[in-house]
Nanobody
Framework: QVQLVESGGGSVNSGGSLRLSCAAS????????MGWFRQAPGKEREGVAV???????KYADSVKGRFTISQDNANHTLYLQMSSLRPEDPAMYYC???????????????????WGQGTQVTVSS
């Protein structure tokens, strides 16, 4: 069973940085796509960033130039480096991965087969 465990969330001042990590285990295949999405209370889920198996990335306009998604395939870990955090960034951040026999990432709004329990990010202005 695929398991994704996020860590690295916390509270920072506006303008600060955080690096989120997602440790993946249980794979019997190589996922085509992995990504991060976030959800704040009372708001809809928002796709933040996606990386495919070729290393191609996509970002939401709201985070472009501030967030960087990367992966360490050897250690099965996905990262999200967040810089210049803003008051509108606080949310629960989740990592997600496509299931087997999925060969396209789709758009940032796409729902993947597996996701973790989330890690909370808070930004103080």
């Amino acid at each position: 069973q695929v398991q994704l465990v996020e860590s690295g969330g916390g509270s920072v001042n506006s303008g600060g940085s955080l690096r989120l990590s997602c440790a993946a285990s249980g794979y019997t295949y190589s996922p085509t796509c992995m990504g991060w999405f976030r959800q704040a209370p009372g708001k809809e889920r928002e796709g933040v960033a996606v990386v495919d198996s070729d290393g191609t990335t996509k970002y939401a306009d709201s985070v472009k130039g501030r967030f960087t998604i990367s992966q360490d395939n050897a250690n099965h870990t996905l990262y999200l480096q967040m810089s210049s955090l803003r008051p509108e960034d606080p949310a629960m951040y989740y990592c997600e991965a496509t299931g087997p026999r999925v060969y396209s990432c789709g758009g940032l709004e796409s729902f993947y087969d597996y996701w973790g329990q989330g890690t909370q990010v808070t930004v103080s202005s």
